[in-house]
RNA sequence: GCCGAAGUGGUGGAACUGGCAGACGCGCCGGACUCAAAAUCCGGAGAGGUAACACUCGUGCGGGUUCGAGUCCCGCCUUCGGCACCA
């Protein structure tokens, strides 16, 4: 009998479905385990082999767990707004709607194909108005908690696109979606207050279990830090507020540096003498991109503000005040003292300029360079803190300025606040509307959800505007608090908005009361444990945790951290270890490999394949190597006899390999769990017969990778019941050790022999034994013997001299 | 520049708390089966060296600790990912 993939792959796929064999049941009385993978973005190329990996990584866990008798939620859907579909629908002039359906469509019978233990009756998609109905309450929530505001503001544009994006969609001053220009357009935009969260952000990573780059990204990406904002005197009369993480090297501060957009440069015009100069230069910084000005290595430009100086509160000098591109307006105060002896930036400006450079903390040579070293510095040229090292200095002249009023401590973000509307028509609607008598009015819960007008067009308008702001019928409304005439916004929300809390439906996917029942929240969150892509370290995985962080805080859920656990998973290259794109001609299309070497072979393949965790490039010829293995395996049905006892000499083995297995599956190892099994199959090719223990237990260990052919192979044997069914296994720990082992002896630590013996041999016994070895003797004859190094089980190393 | 990860055969990658480097797979070479090929099965191999052993070298580079280092320490180099004029 032949190993045919489509019949026993299907066939097993519709007993699975039928048998409801991967429901996750509101039994709260059964221990849960909730693992998660990332739903995709239904794009209209299909599924990528890409998509398979994380998925299958998880089924094996999700396999392995209910196995191990737990409950488990293990569950798939769309997160289905966006751009390509609307650009598309735009281009073939179909509704996004429909094409939307249609890619869901194909996805989910190519993820079906893959045997993935999905609970497909708890599919959601961020489309379906059911769903959304909630994303808009919880924007709601957002809004009457004050963490919802309009604002007019410079937005990152694309003109591709035509839509406004958030920093984190930014890359290198390019759309991370289309790669076109980026250019500052000001709207009024509905932000979120993410950086109320900042801190929360920051420091409950602490307690999860995530891998240390995405702690380390998301740090980065908060970029939190700690300093003084400090007042200097003007001439003009009012202070200049400037932020710095050095207040130790304030004596050293020589000019100070106000970015082109600050305030003051209005306030006091009158006061600047060389105000056309000023202008030109502010004018110059407008024109250009953020890109532009944030360059690589760019050489410092500026302006002296002639007219006004600044006062060092502490030498009570008068220093000059410049105006550079180098300082942020959103960053700090928009204002700097500069310090250039001790700050790269600085320094760089000051030789530009020929300002002076004073030294105020020792250790360096800031004729040569600014020395900005922390740990070894020693202050000088600073009276009240001179001698003190620099952390020191830090702590003594902080509590000095606080005292005397000149400032005061304050910590800072690179976190911005998340610019949260799109002009585009493929997103939720925002369900508020504007009344000239109340403001910004939100929709009752009643009214929710607010869907999108059914129309003919949804092009992106010219002016910047949502294409439903030309949707008259659909924006005139009335005021939900006054009855007055009023209008809908016309902004939808951006693709992260769906996906920032869908682990939360999944417990409770049909509740039209809430948007998941506090029974439901509590038995099955929080996920234990998220796998999904470092792409979206900064973007979906920071969203979702701030929303959930938010939900906590208003009640409606029932832990303050979504996921206890996160990984991530490596990308899969093409075959020349490039990026698999159309242009380069290297794609892989998974359903060719289903259907020339099934399901069992991609699923094992993509876990084979090497480090979990990194990216490798894909290889048809693994593939067939990995199909080998399974036909292999499959042969060896016509050895197996009856017998409910492990085959002695494979004893050890079995039991070695079931606790290699059962590890590797938790730690991301699944390549060598593989491996493992390989071996094990190797052994078990070596002897004429195998038993039904031996058999069985190999297909109980390749189950979760190879869910189809196990199921079959146990079929076949009738071995009784299904595989999915079986507990799994577990290892004797005092059989894993072999009784007797192959010990290398080793003269000065280098390798010349091996001896054979028991496991619990002494010393003196390998000692015996060494010695009536040859090759030993040939090294230890008429040498003194120094010292005898004995690690049971490991190594014998004789060390002589002589 | 800063943060993070990583450099091991022809190749993807193994190696637990320092203990026989190269598991497992691919490719390659040889053999069996075949008219032949494919598939399958059996066997082989890090490099140098030898008739064969022996032996020597070998985990990015340079030092160090240790009986013993891919693994630990110090100093570099390179690659990948992220951030970046963030004061």
């Given at each position: 009998m032949d190993y045919r993939h489509k019949e026993i792959e299907k066939k097993w796929q519709d007993i699975w479905d039928e048998k409801e064999s991967f429901k996750a049941y509101n039994d709260y009385s059964k221990p849960k385990y909730y693992p998660l993978v990332e739903f995709p973005y239904p794009s209209g190329q299909g599924l990528h082999v890409g998509h398979p990996r994380p998925y299958t990584a998880l089924d094996i866990v999700a396999r392995k767990r209910r196995m191990e008798g737990y409950n488990v939620l293990y569950t798939m859907g769309w997160d289905a707004f966006g751009l390509p579909t609307e650009n598309y629908a735009i281009k073939n002039k179909i509704h996004p709607a429909i094409v939307t359906e249609d890619n869901v469509k194909r996805f989910k019978e190519q993820l079906k194909s893959l045997g993935l233990s999905f609970d497909w009756s708890r599919e959601i998609n961020t489309t379906d108005p059911k769903y959304f109905k909630w994303t808009q309450w919880i924007f709601i929530k957002l809004f009457e908690n004050g963490l919802a505001y309009k604002k007019e503001m410079d937005i990152n544009w694309?003109?591709?696109?035509?839509v406004g994006l958030a920093n984190e969609e930014v890359v290198g001053g390019v759309c991370e979606r289309c790669g076109s220009p980026v250019v500052k357009k000001a709207k009024s935009q509905w932000m979120l207050k993410i950086t109320e969260y900042a801190d929360r952000l920051i420091d409950d990573l602490e307690d999860l279990d995530y891998i240390e780059r995405v702690k380390s990204q998301q740090k980065n990406w908060i970029g939190k830090s700690t300093g003084m904002e400090v007042d200097f005197k003007t001439t003009a009369g009012e202070k200049l507020r400037v932020y710095t993480t050095r207040p130790d090297t304030i004596y050293g501060a020589t000019y100070m540096v106000v970015s082109p957009e600050h305030p003051m440069l209005e306030t006091y015009k009158d006061q600047i003498s060389n105000y056309d100069a000023i202008e030109a230069y502010r004018e110059e910084a407008r024109s250009k991109s953020d890109f532009e000005r944030t360059e690589l290595n760019k050489d410092k430009t500026g302006v002296e503000i002639v007219g006004i100086k600044a006062i060092n509160p502490l030498t009570e000098k008068e220093i000059p005040i410049w105006i550079s591109d180098y300082v942020l307006m959103t960053y700090g105060t928009g204002a700097i003292m500069a310090v250039p002896g001790h700050d790269s930036r600085d320094w760089e400006f000051a030789k530009a300029f020929g300002l002076p450079i004073v030294e105020v903390?020792?250790?360096?040579?800031v004729d040569e360079a600014a020395y900005s070293d922390i740990d070894d510095g020693i202050l000088v040229n600073s009276p009240l803190i001179d001698g003190l090292r620099v952390d020191d200095a830090k702590k003594k002249i902080s509590e000095y300025i606080e005292q005397n009023g000149f400032g005061i401590g304050k910590v800072n973000f690179k976190l911005r606040d998340w610019v949260f509307s799109r002009q585009r028509y493929w997103g939720e609607p925002i369900p508020l509307v504007s009344c000239p008598t109340c403001g910004w009015v939100p929709l009752p819960e009643s009214e929710l959800p607010l869907t999108l007008p059914d129309v003919e067009s949804y092009e992106p308008t010219d002016n910047g505007?949502?294409?439903?702001?030309?949707m008259n019928e659909w924006i005139e409304t009335t005021c939900p608090k006054c009855g007055g005439h009023a209008h809908r916004e016309t902004d939808t929300m951006p693709q992260w908005a769906g996906s920032s809390w869908y682990f939360l439906r999944y417990c409770d996917p049909d509740n039209d009361q809430e948007f998941a029942s506090m029974d439901a929240l509590n038995y099955w969150m929080p996920v234990d444990w998220y796998n999904g892509g470092m792409e979206h370290t900064t973007l979906h995985l920071l969203y979702s945790r701030f929303w959930h962080k938010f939900l906590f805080d208003i009640g409606v859920v029932n832990t303050k951290e979504p996921y206890l656990k996160r990984t991530s998973h490596g990308m899969i290259m093409g075959e020349n270890n490039e990026k698999m794109s159309k242009s380069r001609g290297n794609v892989v299309n998974p359903d060719d490999i289903v259907k020339e070497f099934g399901a069992d072979t991609l699923r094992l393949y993509e876990m084979f394949i090497g480090d979990f965790e990194k990216s490798v490039p894909w290889s048809d010829n693994s593939v067939k190597g990995c199909r080998r293995f399974l036909d292999r395996t499959w042969s060896l049905m016509d050895t197996v006899v009856p017998g409910d006892h492990y085959t002695p000499s494979l004893e050890t083995i079995i039991h070695k390999t079931i606790k290699k297995v059962s590890e590797d599956y938790e730690t991301l190892k699944f390549n060598t769990a593989i491996a493992a099994m390989m071996s094990l199959l190797n052994d078990y090719k070596k002897v004429e017969t195998i038993t039904h223990a031996d058999f069985k237990m190999l297909l109980t260990l390749l189950n979760p990778v190879a869910p189809h052919i196990s199921e079959e192979m146990w079929s076949i044997m009738d071995f009784g019941g299904m595989i999915t069914e079986q507990t799994w296994p577990k290892f004797d720990p005092e059989k894993?050790?072999?009784?007797?082992v192959e010990m290398a002896v080793q003269i000065n630590g280098k390798v010349r022999s091996t001896i054979t013996l028991p496991v619990d041999a002494s010393q003196a016994e390998a000692h015996e034994l060494a010695m009536a070895d040859e090759k030993i003797r040939v090294f230890t004859d008429g040498k003194q013997i120094v010292k005898e190094i004995f690690v049971p089980g490991k190594i014998f190393n004789i060390v002589v001299k002589g």
């Open positions: 694309c003109t591709s696109c035509k903390v020792s250790g360096g040579n505007e949502s294409p439903l702001a030309v894993v050790i072999d009784s007797v």
